[in-house]
């Protein structure tokens, strides 16, 4: 039957042998890593194994969100609405925009699109960035080097980070796919110097997390999250001496931390790899008592120099009371300074309201509004 099937679609929709041919069973089409770009032929589960019986299927992971599910849906996001699917031994006419179930079931032909049209497939971003470095691709991608490029992803991991405030989102997904594109990009750049690619990079990070998770994927034990983290401390430090064995370079627990991260998220890491093997406050009282002592500290110093010091250890002590008390040191700073924005602007308003310039007033009246945006805020 098979046979009789791919001779139809090459009579009737041009199939190439050459461009190879994905055939996946209707019943588990939804667990099938299924790429556009590539012919594909759908046939029911009995014409591939000679059974009735249907195997219980879970959606593909990555593919497991909306519609994912649903055949059908499966294919209305892979392809266009218009492209054609050819129906065995049927009339032409039906579209993926039309295509049901039933159709489905009894076999069906879609023939591949252009790369650049498989939008929802894992290849297609890596494809549109080789043809934008291309010779006849953009101008401007052609022109961006490694060092050129570091300031957008930096920019576009910012925009994740904001756009993480609202959960699971739309726009969520949207500033991903930014961030996914400068990965991209720099595999492309590693690609055509002959480093590496993105293959690599996906086998770098696939192996590093099996590794790091014997508790999921071998026979080790992990109960809590406290269990998982001192376990992932315990391999890493083996990665490391490993690592310090081939190169005669020691590395240390801290190594590794990037010291472009933003000054307050790199104080937390630092601090939780060093609470991972053992270096902590036996409890927070401890913590809190530090802070009296670097404040004091803090106002007795007597010199520039001094003082900065003495500031930068209360600051890295008060991300010590964050991580024991589960907060995002970062995120609370950011809470912070999205409150003051917010409030100031209501100062601001207020002012002009009353026809005079911020500048114009003494504090007590500029704290006089501030009390009156803060009690405003209570009452929304």
């Not at 996906?202 to 508790?215: F, L, N, T």
């Not at 064995?245 to 590794?256: F, P």
């Amino acid at each position: 039957m098979l046979d009789a099937l791919v001779t139809e679609a090459r009579l009737r929709w041009g199939f190439e042998a050459s461009a190879g041919l994905q055939v996946v069973a209707a019943e588990t089409l939804i667990g099938s890593p299924i790429e556009a770009s590539r012919p594909l032929l759908v046939v029911p589960l009995a014409s591939l194994r000679g059974g009735d019986d249907v195997p219980v299927t879970q959606a593909l992971a990555g593919r497991a969100g909306p519609s994912g599910s649903d055949p059908v849906g499966v294919l209305q996001r892979l392809y266009p609405a218009d492209h054609a699917v050819g129906r065995f031994g049927q009339p032409d006419g039906l579209t993926v925009r039309t295509l049901d179930p039933v159709a489905l079931e009894a076999g069906v032909y879609l023939a591949p699109i252009e790369p650049e049209l498989a939008v929802a497939g894992p290849w297609a971003m890596p494809w549109i960035s080789q043809r934008l470095r291309g010779p006849d691709g953009c101008p401007w991608d052609r022109e961006q080097t490694h060092v050129s490029l570091r300031k957008h992803l930096l920019e576009e991991a910012y925009e994740v980070y904001d756009a993480l405030e609202a959960g699971a989102t739309p726009e969520l997904a949207g500033e991903l796919g930014d961030l996914w594109l400068q990965v991209v990009l720099h595999a492309q750049l590693a690609a055509e110097e002959g480093v590496f690619d993105l293959t690599d990079v996906q086998a770098a990070i696939s192996s590093k997390i099996v590794r790091r998770h014997p508790h999921v994927f071998g026979d080790a034990t992990a109960r809590t999250a406290s269990d998982v983290n001192r376990q992932w401390e315990r391999i890493k430090a083996d990665e490391r001496a490993a690592a310090a064995s081939e190169s005669e370079v020691e590395r240390g627990a801290l190594d590794g931390i990037s010291p472009s991260m933003p000054a307050l998220a790199a104080s937390q890491e630092m601090q939780d790899r060093a609470a991972n093997l053992g270096y902590d406050w036996p409890s927070i009282e401890g913590v809190l008592d530090k802070v009296v002592e670097e404040s004091e500290e803090l106002r007795e110093a007597t010199n520039r120099a001094e003082t900065a010091e003495e500031f930068g250890d209360l600051l890295f002590v008060l991300v010590n009371v964050a991580r024991r008390r589960g907060i995002e040191a970062e995120a609370a700073v950011r809470g912070a300074n999205a409150k003051f924005r917010r409030r100031f602007g209501s100062v601001e308003r207020a002012a002009a309201e009353k026809g005079v310039a911020l500048r114009d007033l003494d504090f007590a009246a500029l704290d006089e509004l501030w009390d009156a945006a803060k009690a405003e805020e209570k009452t929304r």
